[in-house]
């Protein structure tokens, strides 16, 4: 099998690493989650992972608390889920490296970007905790930050939904599933895919997105050998 993207980013959000408990981690989906991930090592394909926090705390949630504190709290979240992914990863046979933009030596790597490269090259996972570093930037940015700086050919968003709609499939049983858009139609339609911060990022340097969901961690190989699977997001609007 080939495989149609040689690196990639996939940015996963805390909230698929708990599973149906909502909260936390569940063994059993991270598990799923990297055994998927595996395969796609497997074919050759260099894999850099950004994960989020939202299943332990999210910067928002502070309430009146000062929203840099909170936000680094969201950060530390983010490290603990690397963490957790790092080790299942190793547990199924794959060498993997945390890399952190808060540097805390002692569990992880700092993140330095020739570093990050050359683990990938070596075929190694590299996982990005905390986010850019910096408060008010959700993952979301960090994950199009990385995804540039690591020369990746496309950001693999992986979701609870299956795809881009222009509302809440949850909630509206006629909402429209979008094949492709064009970040244009991201910013202008407000659709949520991802923060604008971010969507104008990978528009600029020209960061394919594909959004799938994450129901069925078997998207993940689907995703990287090209099958028409969720939402692409290109600077055009074309897949």
């Keep these: ?32 989650i990297c055994m998927s991930i595996k395969k796609v090592v497997d074919l050759g394909v260099s894999v850099s992972i950004v994960v989020g926090g939202g299943n332990i705390w999210r910067g928002r949630s502070g309430g009146d608390m000062d929203r840099t504190r909170a936000d680094h709290m969201g950060m530390l979240a983010t490290c603990i889920n690397a963490l957790g992914l790092c080790s299942e990863l190793e547990s199924c046979g794959v060498d993997t490296r945390v890399q952190t933009a808060i540097e805390m030596r002692q569990i992880a790597e700092p993140y330095i970007r020739l570093k990050a490269t050359r683990h990938l090259e070596k075929g190694r996972v590299v996982i990005f905790g905390a986010g850019t570093g910096n408060p008010f930037m959700s993952t979301d940015t960090a ?35 979008y094949d492709s858009l064009s970040f244009s139609d991201i910013l202008s339609k407000e659709l949520g895919v991802m923060d604008s911060t971010a969507a104008s990022m990978c528009r600029d340097n020209n960061m ?9 961690p078997e998207n993940i190989v689907k995703a990287v050998m090209g099958e028409r699977i969720g939402t692409l997001v290109t600077k055009d609007g074309k897949r």
């Excluded at 980013?9 to 063994?27: N, P, R, T």
């Excluded at 995804?147 to 795809?163: G, H, N, Q, R, Y």
């Excluded at 394919?208 to 069925?216: A, C, K, Q, S, Y």
């Design 1 to 32: 099998m080939e495989a149609k993207y040689k690196r990639v980013l996939l940015k996963i959000s805390g909230e698929a690493l708990s599973g149906d408990k909502g909260y936390g981690l569940d063994v059993t989906t991270m598990h799923n």
């Design 143 to 177: 994950a199009a930050l990385r995804a540039i700086e690591t020369d990746s050919e496309v950001i693999l968003l992986a979701k609870k939904v299956d795809a881009v709609y222009d509302s809440d499939p949850n909630i509206n049983p006629n909402a429209k599933r």
């Design 208 to 216: 394919p997105i594909l959004v799938f969901g994450l129901d069925e």
